[in-house]
């Protein structure tokens, strides 16, 4: 569990984002869907740059959910088509920059192409020492959780562990985010209130910020804001005011 602490502007090691809106940002300008995500982009880089300034370590982008595959099949091929496009196009700079790529959920539903894509961009960061930006795509944190569990009982069935070693460190660690800290801080764009399947598990003790931003809107002034809302909270984890202001006296 993160340790307590009152309001002492700290900066969230790790901040997750919830990237919504893209589609009626698109409808309000008379576009089509893709052209939404494609706008999206630059959000995505104002973010990230917003995020590198505040010294956040892990910034982790929720890009493609197991429900998205439900969409209409020309939204989806344009969005692998986008996915690959991008990285092609910013990796040379996020590797400049020291930035190490990473991504969770089940790529192996993604087109050849855009694996190949994701594979390269990940391997060719991998030693990079800068903010860690992890791509959640194809992903579904019940399916995550699903598939700790698996792992966990064939080790116990296997004889590897028993079951007094499950913990919460042990189930942790057979997670797609393991040696990643758990995010404490959460935003959402675009005025939803949902958490939409998205790192069910890592978030028991997350902050959460919602905007009614659309996410091709939302700048690194609006990053900004979430970062300043986030320091100006007291993060108690069961404690109370007065135990928290003992503690660091």
Same mark, same amino acid.
């Given at each position: 569990m993160p340790q307590p602490n009152s309001k002492t502007g700290n900066t969230p090691t =790790?901040?997750?984002i919830i990237m919504d809106g893209n589609g009626r940002w698109a409808s309000n300008h008379g576009k089509d869907r893709i =052209?939404? =995500?494609n706008s999206g982009v630059s959000s995505v880089r104002e973010v990230l740059t917003a995020a &590198? %300034?505040? /010294?956040? %370590? $892990? #910034?982790t982008l929720y890009t493609f959910s197991t429900e998205n595959w439900n969409r209409p099949k020309e939204e989806v091929d344009g969005l692998?088509? #986008?996915?690959a496009k991008t990285i092609a196009n910013e990796i040379q700079e996020l590797h400049e920059n020291k930035v190490k790529i990473n991504f969770i959920g /089940?790529? !192996?539903l993604l087109p050849e192409f855009?694996? @190949?894509a994701l594979n390269s961009a990940s391997e060719y960061t991998k030693n990079n020492t800068g903010i860690v930006l992890t791509l959640a795509l194809s992903y579904s944190s019940r399916q995550e959780i699903l598939e700790a569990t698996k792992k966990i009982a064939l080790a116990v069935k296997e004889g590897k562990i028993s079951e007094d070693d499950i913990d919460e460190t042990l189930f942790s660690d057979n997670l797609s985010t393991a040696g990643i800290p758990d995010p404490e801080l959460i935003i959402r764009t675009s005025g939803e209130f949902r958490i939409s399947n998205f790192l069910l598990w890592q978030i028991? $003790? !997350? @902050?959460f910020y919602f905007t009614d931003t659309l996410w091709p809107d939302f700048k690194e002034k609006d990053f900004q804001l979430a970062i300043d809302s986030? &320091? /100006?909270r007291e993060r108690r984890f069961g404690k109370t005011s007065q135990q928290l202001k003992q503690s660091i006296t």
């Open positions: =790790h901040v997750a =052209h939404g =995500h &590198q %300034k505040n /010294n956040v %370590k $892990y #910034l692998m088509n #986008l996915f /089940n790529t !192996s855009a694996r @190949e028991a $003790y !997350s @902050e986030f &320091q /100006n």
